[in-house]
C-alpha cells in the first residue's frame, strides 16, 4: 500500500459544536435577563414607584413588635435577687455625674420582669442583669440612662 497524509475535513462537527453552544449560552442569557426585568417590575419596590402604597404588615406583627426585651444592669445586685419574672419594676436613675443634686428621675414605669439570670461569677460590686419587657422608646432610654447613671428599681 502506498503512504499518504492523513485526510483532513474542513468545517468539521467541532465547529458546528462551538456555534451551537454560544447559540445556546445567547438563548439562556436573554431568558435570565427577560426573567429579572418580570420580578423588577412585580416587586414591591415596583408598586412604590408606580405610586400604589407599600404593603403593610399584618396589624398582629405591628403589636409584636411595639414591647422589645431590654436587659438592664441594676447597681444593687441585692435588690434583683428579689425580683422574679412577671414582677412589675419601676427603673430609676440616680447619681449622674454633673448632676448629683438633681433628684432621681423615673426612667421606665411599671416594666414587666421577663428574667432574671443567674448572678455572674467573678463580678464584684458591679450590680446584676435583669431583662425587662418596655416599649421600644422606654428600651432606648434605659440604655441612654445606664450609660450615664447608676440604675435601680422598686417593686410596683
Known sequence: MPAFAPLRVRGG??????????????????GLAAAAAALAAAGPQAQASRGDPPPRPPAAAVAAVAMVSAPVRISDAATVR????????DVVAAGEPGRERERPRVVA????????????????????LVVLSVPRETARALVGAAAVAHLAVTLC
Open 109 to 128: 414605669a411599671g416594666a414587666r420582669v421577663v428574667q432574671v439570670p443567674p448572678a455572674e461569677a467573678g463580678v464584684g460590686d458591679g450590680g446584676a
Open 82 to 89: 428579689l425580683l422574679r419574672p412577671g414582677d412589675r419594676v
Open 13 to 30: 462537527g467541532a465547529g458546528r459544536l462551538r456555534r451551537a453552544v454560544r447559540r445556546r449560552r445567547r438563548v439562556t442569557a436573554v
